[in-house]
């Protein structure tokens, strides 16, 4: 199983960036998977949700301003982040819920 995510950078507050997760080695579209976030010091949080059907959550920090998708026919999940804000910098990593497997992460620094 790998779970490879790209996407993050340095942007200014206000400013928007799409994270990709690409899925190999599993079902990807049988799957509901999910963005987390670490920032430096904090534990790592649960960002959004989307199930194998399409429904999705979100933490209410990010909720208005995020949003997730997965393609299923490339095998990736996708996080439209917009409106990003200096509280949003962190690491984010994709993972297969309800199973161990977790994305390299990527970082997304937003400054003020």
């Known amino acids: 199983v790998q779970l490879q995510a790209s996407g993050g950078g340095l942007v200014q507050a206000g400013g928007s960036l799409r994270l990709s997760c690409r899925a190999s080695?599993?079902?990807?579209?049988?799957?509901?998977m999910g963005w987390y976030r670490q920032a430096p010091g904090k534990e790592r949080e649960l960002v959004a949700t989307?199930?194998?059907?399409?429904?999705?959550n979100y933490t209410d920090s990010v909720k208005g301003r995020f949003t997730i998708s997965r393609d299923n026919a490339r095998n990736t999940m996708y996080l439209q982040m917009n409106s990003l804000k200096p509280g949003d910098t962190a690491v984010y990593y994709c993972?297969?819920?309800?199973?161990?497997?977790w994305g390299q992460g990527t970082q997304v620094t937003v400054s003020s």
């Open positions: 989307i199930t194998s059907s399409g429904s999705t």
């Open positions: 080695g599993f079902i990807f579209r049988f799957n509901s």
């Open positions: 993972h297969r819920l309800n199973m161990g497997d």
